[in-house]
């Protein structure tokens, strides 16, 4: 491909940072086994009226690690997915690695401020707040599959 800074070994760095983020999605799974284990509890997703689960659920405790997995910090699954693809793509389009970084980073504080808001708040103030209870035997059996 003339006219552009076409490599393909870029393109095989970038392919490899994608299928690193498809795995790393994968094992971390919170946002379906726990997300949904809130849900079927609180019958709502109203971030405003979360807060304080960390001390309501004992559950969660594993839950956060998960959470943790999704921000892209050395050491965590998602890290050299990211870097891989940032990297691949600052060989083809400098412009497009930094809107591609601070994504990145803007990701990780999404999910910091949504642990802060959800785990860490004041008190839960939605409705069926009796319901929050540790996890059950079948939700750990999917948990630990």
Not at 18 to 28: E, K, R, V, Y
Not at 71 to 89: H, N, Y
Request: proline share 4%.
């Amino acid at each position: 491909m003339s006219g552009n800074n076409f490599d393909p070994r870029y393109w095989q760095q970038g392919m490899n940072g994608a299928m690193f983020q498809m795995i790393a999605h994968g094992i971390a799974r919170w946002h379906v086994l726990y997300g949904r284990c809130i849900y079927d509890r609180v019958h709502h997703r109203n971030l405003d009226q979360f807060g304080g689960l960390f001390d309501a659920c004992p559950f969660i405790l594993s839950g956060d690690r998960d959470f943790l997995r999704g921000l892209g910090l050395p050491g965590l699954c998602g890290f050299i997915g990211e870097v891989f693809v940032t990297l691949s793509v600052w060989n083809f389009n400098q412009g497009l690695a930094v809107i591609s970084a601070a994504v990145v980073i803007l990701t990780a504080g999404y999910i910091l401020w949504a642990i802060q808001r959800v785990y860490l708040g004041p008190e839960y103030k939605g409705p069926h707040g009796d319901h929050l209870t540790p996890i059950t035997k079948r939700e750990l059996a999917i948990a630990c599959r």
